[in-house]
Antibody, heavy 114, light 112 residues
Framework: EVQLVESGEGLVQPGSSMKLSCVAS????????MNWIRQAPKKGLEWIAL????????YYADSVKGRFTISRDNSKNTLYLEMNSLRSEDTAMYYC???????WGQGVMVTVSS | DVVLTQTPPTLSATIGQSVSISCRSS???????????LNWLLQRPGQPPQLLIY???RLESGVPNRFSGSGSGTDFTLKISGVEAEDLGVYYC?????????FGGGTKLELK
C-alpha cells in the first residue's frame, strides 16, 4: 500500500525557519518525481515545489522561490521541504504528493504567527 | 505560468443529477511527447485531495465510472453522471504539462 507521511508540523514566528519531511512507503520512491502543495485556511490548492526522481531538476512557485528548498534522500525514501524567512502568508496545510498527484499524504499544518 | 480557470465556482445538485465542470487553460496542455497532462482531483471536507481522472480522460483505479473526463488543448470537462452524496466536496483540475504545475481555483459541489 502506498503511503506518504508528512511530519514537522508547528507554530513558528515570522522570519524563522522550519523543515518538513515526507516519508514514502509502498512504492519505489527513487522512480518518482515528488511535489509539495499547500492549502491556506479556507483556500484552494497551491502547488509550490517539484523535484525530479533523481534530484536533477527542481521547480518552485514564485511565491516561495528563493525562500523554500525541496530535496530528497532516496536512500531514506524521504522528501524534504526547507522553509526559510517564513511569513504569515505561508500559514497553510502542507501536503506531499507523488508524481502526477496520484497519492497524497494527510498533510501537516504550518502556522506562522507572532 | 499556465492559468487554469474553473467554472462554475459553485455547483448545486440533487442526488442523481448529472453535472459538468469546466477547466480552461491559458495555453495548450498538449506536451511535446503527445500526452496531455490534465488531471482532476476531489477534495472531500477535512481530507487530502484524491485523484479521479488523469491524462484528461483516464479513470484512476477504484474511482466509480460515473466520473468521466474529456477535452483537448485548452478546454477540458469533468462530468459526473448521477451525483451521489459521497461526491460532495471541491473539485480541482491540475496541469503538469508546463512547469511550474498549476491548479484551477476549484469548484465546490453542494447538495441542492
Amino acid at each position: 500500500e502506498v503511503q506518504l507521511v508528512e511530519s514537522g508540523e508547528g507554530l513558528v514566528q515570522p522570519g524563522s525557519s522550519m523543515k518538513l519531511s515526507c516519508v514514502a512507503s509502498g512504492f519505489t520512491f527513487s522512480n518518482y518525481g515528488m511535489n509539495w502543495i499547500r492549502q491556506a485556511p479556507k483556500k484552494g490548492l497551491e502547488w509550490i515545489a517539484l523535484i525530479y526522481y533523481d534530484s536533477s531538476s527542481k521547480y518552485y512557485a514564485d511565491s516561495v522561490k528563493g525562500r523554500f528548498t525541496i530535496s530528497r534522500d532516496n536512500s531514506k525514501n524521504t522528501l524534504y521541504l526547507e522553509m526559510n524567512s517564513l511569513r504569515s502568508e505561508d500559514t497553510a496545510m502542507y501536503y506531499c504528493a507523488r508524481g502526477y498527484f496520484d497519492y497524497w499524504g494527510q498533510g501537516v499544518m504550518v502556522t506562522v504567527s507572532s | 505560468d499556465v492559468v487554469l480557470t474553473q467554472t462554475p465556482p459553485t455547483l448545486s445538485a440533487t442526488i442523481g443529477q448529472s453535472v459538468s465542470i469546466s477547466c480552461r487553460s491559458s495555453q495548450s496542455l498538449l506536451h511535446s511527447n503527445g500526452n496531455t497532462y490534465l488531471n482532476w482531483l476531489l477534495q472531500r471536507p477535512g481530507q487530502p485531495p484524491q485523484l479521479l481522472i488523469y491524462l484528461v480522460s483516464r479513470l484512476e483505479s477504484g474511482v466509480p465510472n460515473r466520473f468521466s473526463g474529456s477535452g483537448s488543448g485548452t478546454d477540458f470537462t469533468l462530468k459526473i453522471s448521477g451525483v451521489e452524496a459521497e461526491d460532495l466536496g471541491v473539485y480541482y483540475c491540475v496541469q503538469s504539462t508546463h512547469a511550474p504545475w498549476t491548479f484551477g481555483g476549484g469548484t465546490k459541489l453542494e447538495l441542492k
